[in-house]
């Protein structure tokens, strides 16, 4: 008995060496999010509490300390050419030097490094976050590294290591023309592996620009493999919006497969499944708090009427966004 326990270490020990991070997916039960687990022992729900993407809504406490984060470099236009990236599993935008975050209560300063985004089909939604259970179509995720560390794989090992800010992307039936960079580069990098330069552009353009003051924040995981439990999200409140003609070629024109490979695979839904958060949501200074602890926890009668509030409050939040 004890052997065979010992083959199976040593087997998956061997699997895990021999898997890289670029080992998943998003559409196979052998790869896809509810098998990361098994290739990755960080990405098992059970052995930590802090996995993303999580619902927001449920346990948030106000922090009035958390003001607007100070967004260096966002506002100018960087020199040199940024390269946009089909990775396979994203969309990736490398944004070279002079960007970086702070405040908001980041604990020092972070460097950004890339943005990609998150999309689920054309009749599926596929932010990884939900505001009380409700998905947007696409979410895009800023990414930098704290200014302490390296490179990524330092900033991995501490629990502060990165700060994402998270921004839901709605539709609406105007182009944003903000985002045109990214979306006239899309059909230049349908297959995995092709990559494009594209000039820089102020990056705040991209971020809900009246309000940044509203976000939430908790401390959580890559949402991809290795899934390191090292990020501090903020999770702006607003959405910016694209029109259809900019979200489309996401869902139907971008690939997981390298050019010329059978069968070519689309890439869609690439997001993974919320999960349980333990730790606190901390709405800012001006977010608007979207639910207090469920009533129905000590009084069951009144969940009917705490249903009723929250679709109430989803159908306010749809007509106001
Ligand atoms: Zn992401």
Same mark, same amino acid.
């Given at each position: 008995?004890?052997?065979?326990?010992? $083959?199976?270490?040593?087997?998956?020990?061997?699997?895990?060496?021999?898997?890289?991070?670029?080992?998943?997916?998003?559409?196979?039960?052998?790869?896809?999010?509810? &098998?990361?687990?098994?290739?990755?022992?960080?990405?098992?729900?059970?052995?930590?509490?802090?996995?993303?993407?999580?619902?927001?809504? =449920? !346990?948030?406490?106000?922090?009035?300390? $958390?003001?607007?984060?100070?967004?260096?470099?966002?506002?100018?236009?960087?020199?040199?050419?940024?390269?946009?990236?089909?990775?396979?599993?994203?969309?990736?935008?490398?944004?070279?030097?002079? @960007?970086?975050?702070?405040?908001?209560?980041?604990?020092?300063?972070?460097?950004?490094?890339?943005?990609?985004?998150? =999309?689920?089909?054309?009749?599926?939604?596929?932010?990884?976050?939900?505001?009380?259970?409700?998905?947007?179509?696409?979410?895009?995720? %800023?990414?930098?590294?704290? *200014?302490?560390?390296?490179?990524?794989?330092?900033?991995?090992?501490?629990?502060?290591?990165?700060?994402?800010?998270?921004?839901? %992307?709605?539709?609406?039936?105007?182009?944003? /023309?903000?985002?045109?960079?990214?979306?006239?580069?899309?059909?230049? %990098?349908?297959?995995?592996?092709?990559?494009?330069?594209?000039?820089?552009?102020?990056? $705040?353009?991209?971020?809900?620009?009246?309000?940044?003051?509203?976000?939430?924040?908790?401390?959580?995981?890559?949402?991809?493999?290795?899934?390191?439990?090292?990020?501090?999200?903020?999770?702006?409140?607003?959405?910016?919006?694209? *029109? =259809?003609?900019?979200?489309?070629?996401?869902?139907?024109?971008?690939?997981?497969?390298?050019?010329? &490979? /059978?069968? &070519?695979?689309?890439? !869609?839904?690439?997001?993974?499944?919320?999960?349980?958060?333990?730790?606190?949501?901390?709405?800012?200074?001006?977010?608007?708090?979207?639910?207090?602890?469920?009533?129905?926890?000590?009084?069951?009668?009144?969940?009917? $009427?705490? @249903? %009723?509030?929250? &679709?109430?409050?989803?159908?306010?939040?749809?007509?106001?966004?």
């Amino acid at each position: 008995m004890l052997l065979l326990l010992l $083959l199976l270490v040593m087997l998956q020990t061997i699997l895990t060496l021999t898997l890289t991070y670029d080992d998943f997916c998003y559409d196979d039960g052998q790869c896809d999010p509810y &098998a990361w687990g098994d290739m990755f022992p960080s990405c098992h729900p059970l052995l930590d509490a802090h996995h993303s993407p999580i619902d927001l809504g =449920w !346990q948030q406490v106000r922090d009035a300390q $958390l003001d607007e984060l100070q967004l260096s470099g966002f506002n100018s236009t960087p020199k040199g050419q940024w390269r946009l990236t089909n990775q396979g599993h994203s969309v990736v935008l490398e944004v070279g030097g002079g @960007l970086s975050v702070s405040g908001g209560g980041l604990p020092g300063l972070y460097r950004t490094v890339q943005l990609h985004f998150h =999309w689920g089909s054309a009749s599926t939604n596929g932010s990884e976050h939900t505001l009380l259970l409700q998905r947007f179509p696409m979410e895009m995720h %800023i990414v930098s590294i704290k *200014s302490s560390h390296p490179n990524l794989t330092a900033a991995l090992d501490d629990p502060t290591g990165l700060a994402v800010l998270a921004i839901f %992307i709605d539709l609406s039936y105007m182009d944003n /023309e903000n985002f045109q960079p990214i979306s006239s580069a899309l059909p230049f %990098i349908t297959y995995r592996g092709q990559e494009k330069s594209i000039r820089p552009f102020p990056l $705040l353009t991209l971020l809900p620009q009246a309000n940044l003051s509203q976000y939430y924040r908790y401390h959580g995981s890559l949402t991809t493999p290795p899934c390191s439990h090292a990020v501090l999200w903020t999770i702006y409140e607003m959405p910016i919006s694209i *029109s =259809w003609a900019q979200f489309e070629p996401f869902v139907s024109g971008i690939y997981s497969t390298e050019e010329g &490979a /059978e069968p &070519a695979a689309l890439l !869609q839904n690439n997001f993974r499944h919320i999960h349980r958060t333990y730790s606190h949501v901390y709405a800012s200074k001006h977010a608007r708090l979207l639910s207090s602890a469920p009533l129905f926890t000590t009084c069951p009668v009144t969940l009917p $009427l705490f @249903l %009723i509030l929250t &679709a109430l409050r989803s159908a306010f939040s749809t007509l106001n966004w």
